[in-house]
């Protein structure tokens, strides 16, 4: 297996995770006192959303042929793994402190900065071969 596909396969994984990740270790239900769900929900919406956009690009990397696309698409895999860890910060989309939530952001990071090294390492085997 080339260090390629170990890359890709690792990507393809971490977007797992990731999408998969709130199912696993839920985030709190709780609501505020308007009656509208906490800062939580909407955050890990979000997430949902850039995990199911890293495993199509992931999925992507097995097929694609040419340097530029490889180049192109483990840069976006670096930039979704860094979103996926700023989202969960106060001062961006941000979190509850209450139980659950703490927890699955701690893991959300970890998936994330393992989708954004997997994403980097294609980006520099591609460069590396591309010279």
Avoid at 33 to 50: D, L, R, V, W
Avoid at 60 to 78: K, N, P, S
Wanted: aromatic fraction near 12%; charge should be positive; charged fraction near 10%.
């Amino acid at each position: 297996m080339t260090k390629y596909k170990l890359f890709s396969w690792s990507a393809l994984l971490a977007a797992l995770v990731l999408l998969v990740l709130p199912r696993v270790i839920p985030i709190c239900n709780a609501f505020m006192k308007n009656g509208k769900p906490m800062s939580c929900h909407y955050t890990y919406q979000a997430e949902f959303i850039f995990a199911l956009l890293a495993v199509i690009l992931a999925a992507a990397l097995f097929v694609l042929v040419t340097d530029e696309a490889r180049l192109l698409t483990g840069f976006i895999l670096l930039l979704l793994g860094i979103i996926v860890i700023v989202l969960p910060q106060p001062w961006a989309g941000g979190i509850c402190q209450a139980g659950g939530c703490m927890k699955t952001a701690f893991f959300s990071n970890i998936g994330g900065s393992w989708l954004a090294l997997s994403g980097a390492g294609i980006v520099w085997l591609t460069g590396k071969k591309a010279e």
